[in-house]
C-alpha cells in the first residue's frame, strides 16, 4: 500500500504537471480570466532558465565552481539566519514605501476592523455570508488595538502593524523552507530552496495587503516543519502539527490541505506500522477539539462584540463550486452568483439552487466546453508567477503620499501596476515561478527508497490536492500563494535530483570518449 501511495502520487502529479506545462508553454496567449502580462513568453523564459542551470552545473562539474559548503568562520545555518534578518529589514523597507489600503475582501476586513474598534457597526451580511473570515477579523482587531495601546503608528498608519506581523511570518516562512529541505535533502539544496522562497514570496509585494493570503503563508510549512521535526515525543509533533493544520483552515481553507495529505499518508503507513495508529487517532482528535474551540471563541467574541450573524446566510461549499463552473467569468468570482445565493433565505435553499445552476451549466457546456473551462482555470491558477497581484477589484483604492526617501518613486514603479517598471517585475516574478516548477516536476525522480519518501508522498499528494480543490471551485491564482513555501521545499529536492541525474550523464559521456595518449 505505501508502495503503491508513492507511485500513484508520483503518477497524478506527474499528469498535472505534464497539463501545466503543455498550457502554459502552447497555450498562454488563450484568453483566460485575471490574465497577466510579460516581457517574454514562457518558453523564452524557460529555455533561459534551463540554459542558466546547465551553464551552472557544467562549471561546477568542470570545477569551476564548487557547489558545496565550505567551512567558513560561521555555520551555515548563522548564514541563513544572517540573511533572513536582512531579509525582514529589506521587506519592511519596502513595505513602508509602498504600502496603501486596498478594496475587495481584505479592504472591506480592515475597514471593519477599524469600525469596530471605534465603537462603530460592522458588515452583518458580510460576515453571516463568509464566517470563514471571522478569525482573520478579530486578528485584525486585535493587532490594531495592540498599536493604539501602545502607540507604535497612527491612525492613518495602523495598517502598518499588521503589515509589520506579515513581513515577519514571511521571513520565518523563508526560513522554514531552509529547515524543512534540509530535513529532506542536503543544506547546499536547501540553500537553493531559501533562495527560490526569497526571490518568490519573500520580496513579494503581497506582503502589504492585509488579508488572509499574507497571513496564512506560516501555516502550511509550519505544519509540515512540526510534522517531521524529530521530537522526543512524536505524539507531540502530531497534535502541534494538528492544532496549527486546523487554525489555518481558519485562515484560509487551502491550508488545510497539507494537513489532509498528512492524514491520508499516515493512515496508510498506519495499516502496516501499527505504532503509527494512536499518534494518528490523537491527531484527528486534536482536530475535533481545535476545530470546535475556534468556532466556540469567535462566537464568543461575536456575543462579546454584539455581532449577530445570520447562520442561514451562509454561503456554502456548493455556492463556490456553481461560481467555478460560471463559463463567463471562466470560474473566478463572480458578483451576479453573489446576489443569486444570497437571493436564498435559507441555507438549504441556497444549496439546492447553487448545485441546480451549476448541474445546468455543465449541461450546456457540454463534455468539451467542461475541458474548455478547465483549462481556462489552470492558466488563471498557474501562469502568474505574481499569484494575481493587482488583479482584485479596487486595488489601489488609497494610496498614501510617498515617504521622504528616492526610494519611493522607484519602487512605486517597480510594485505599482500603473508603475513603469511593473512590466519587469512580473517577467522576472513569472521566471521564477518557472523555474519552482520545473524544479518541483524534476522532485518527481525521487523513488520510493529515499530515505524521506513519506514526506515526499504528503508534499506531493498536497499539490495534487490544491490542483483538484482550485479546479473544482472559484479560482485566484493568490490561492496557491499560502503553499508556495512547500513548493520551493520539493524545487530544492528536484535541485539534488537534477544534478544527480547530470552527473551521471556527464560521467557515461566521459567514459564513453577516447583516453588521451601519453607522450
Not at 477579523?137 to 492613518?156: A, C, G, H, P, R
Not at 515525543?233 to 494538528?242: G, I, T
Not at 547530470?502 to 557515461?508: A, L, N
Amino acid at each position: 500500500m505505501k508502495k503503491f501511495a508513492f507511485g500513484a502520487s508520483k503518477f497524478f502529479l506527474g499528469s498535472v504537471f505534464g497539463c501545466v506545462f503543455v498550457l502554459l508553454l502552447f497555450f498562454a496567449q488563450c484568453t483566460y480570466a485575471k490574465k497577466q502580462t510579460f516581457l517574454l513568453s514562457n518558453i523564452a523564459l524557460l529555455l533561459f532558465g534551463i540554459a542558466l542551470f546547465v551553464l551552472f552545473l557544467s562549471l561546477d562539474r568542470l570545477q569551476q565552481v564548487k557547489l558545496s559548503w565550505h567551512r567558513p568562520t560561521v555555520s551555515s545555518d548563522v548564514l541563513i539566519y544572517c540573511l533572513c534578518l536582512l531579509l525582514f529589514s529589506a521587506q519592511l523597507y519596502i513595505s513602508y514605501n509602498i504600502y496603501f489600503e486596498t478594496g475587495w475582501d481584505a479592504g472591506l476586513l480592515t475597514e471593519n476592523a477599524r469600525n469596530l474598534m471605534h465603537k462603530q457597526s460592522v458588515d452583518i451580511r458580510y460576515f453571516s455570508n463568509y464566517p470563514n473570515n471571522l478569525l482573520y477579523f478579530f486578528f485584525e482587531l486585535f493587532v490594531f488595538k495592540l498599536n493604539k495601546y501602545f502607540s507604535i503608528f497612527s491612525d492613518t498608519q495602523q495598517v502598518l502593524c499588521v503589515i509589520t506581523v506579515n513581513c515577519a511570518l514571511n521571513t520565518l516562512s523563508c526560513l522554514l523552507v531552509y529547515k524543512t529541505a534540509a530535513r529532506l535533502t542536503r543544506k547546499l539544496y536547501a540553500f537553493f530552496g531559501f533562495f527560490l522562497a526569497v526571490l518568490s514570496f519573500g520580496l513579494s509585494p503581497w506582503n502589504v495587503i492585509c488579508y488572509t493570503d499574507a497571513l496564512g503563508l506560516i501555516f502550511p510549512i509550519l505544519t509540515l516543519y512540526v510534522f517531521i521535526r524529530p521530537a522526543k515525543h512524536k505524539w507531540l509533533s502530531y497534535v502541534l502539527s494538528a492544532i496549527i493544520g486546523t487554525l489555518g483552515y481558519f485562515i484560509k481553507p487551502q491550508c488545510f490541505i497539507l494537513l489532509i495529505a498528512v492524514f491520508l499518508i499516515e493512515g496508510i503507513y498506519a495499516l502496516s506500522e501499527k505504532h503509527l495508529l494512536k499518534p494518528l487517532l490523537l491527531s484527528l482528535l486534536t482536530v475535533a477539539i481545535t476545530f470546535f474551540a475556534v468556532k466556540a471563541g469567535t462566537g464568543f467574541l461575536c456575543s462579546h462584540y454584539h455581532i449577530q450573524l445570520d447562520n442561514e446566510q451562509s454561503f456554502g461549499i456548493a455556492h463556490f463550486w456553481m461560481m467555478g463552473l460560471n463559463p463567463e467569468k471562466k470560474g473566478v468570482y463572480s458578483a451576479e452568483d453573489v446576489r443569486y445565493s444570497r437571493s436564498f433565505v435559507t441555507a438549504s435553499e441556497r444549496t439546492q439552487a447553487n448545485i441546480a445552476v451549476g448541474k445546468q451549466r455543465l449541461q450546456e457546456m457540454g463534455f468539451f466546453g467542461t475541458l474548455k473551462q478547465l483549462a481556462q482555470k489552470m492558466l488563471t491558477l498557474y501562469n502568474d508567477g505574481t499569484f494575481a497581484w493587482g488583479k482584485e477589484g479596487n486595488f489601489l483604492q488609497t494610496v498614501f503620499d510617498p515617504p521622504n526617501t528616492k526610494a519611493a518613486p522607484f519602487l512605486r514603479s517597480i510594485y505599482y501596476p500603473d508603475g513603469s517598471r511593473y512590466l519587469y517585475f512580473t517577467t522576472f516574478e513569472q521566471f521564477i515561478w518557472l523555474m519552482i516548477l520545473l524544479l518541483g516536476a524534476a522532485g518527481l525522480f525521487s523513488s520510493f527508497s529515499h530515505k524521506h519518501a513519506k514526506t515526499l508522498n504528503i508534499l506531493w499528494l498536497t499539490w495534487i490536492g490544491l490542483t483538484v480543490f482550485e479546479l473544482l471551485f472559484e479560482v485566484r491564482a493568490r490561492y496557491l500563494y499560502t503553499n508556495v513555501p512547500l513548493f520551493c521545499v520539493l524545487a530544492a529536492v528536484g535541485i539534488e535530483n537534477i544534478r544527480r541525474l547530470f552527473c551521471r550523464i556527464t560521467e557515461k559521456l566521459s567514459a564513453r570518449l577516447p583516453a588521451k595518449k601519453s607522450v
